[in-house]
């Protein structure tokens, strides 16, 4: 399947907003999941957010509920809207492709080039 790029990473102070977007290189199959992970230095790979493309399902780390949302753009592209933020979200936050509706990293088979996030407080 196509590639993915991430774009909307930034600087913002504690408290902001920022909207993150993925963009497919085709379309989104409605069986297809699209995700968003983040990584902080020295830290592994977390999962952030995702949703079934087609039935609009969604799942969210407990660590952002409520202050993130993760919506469907258009066919194509995918948004993460970060809302309330913290110097905690600080990290390079990857978009990401796959068929479940999984918080795993190894679930998904196509990555996003990655977007940086920087909280400041």
């Known amino acids: 399947q196509g590639q993915l790029v991430d774009t909307g990473g930034g600087l913002v102070q504690a408290g902001g907003s920022l909207r993150l977007s993925c963009a497919a290189s085709g379309r989104i199959y409605s069986s297809a999941v699209m995700a968003w992970f983040r990584q902080a230095p020295g830290k592994e790979r977390e999962f952030v957010a995702a949703?079934?493309?087609?039935?609009?399902?969604t799942l969210y780390a407990d660590s952002v509920k409520g202050r993130f949302t993760i919506s469907k753009a258009s066919a194509d592209t995918v948004n993460l809207h970060m809302n309330s933020l913290k110097p905690e979200d600080t990290a390079v936050y990857y978009c990401a492709r796959g068929v479940d509706l999984s918080s795993v990293a190894h679930d998904y088979r196509t990555w996003g080039q990655g977007t940086q996030v920087t909280v400041s407080s």
């Open positions: 949703v079934r493309w087609g039935v609009g399902r």
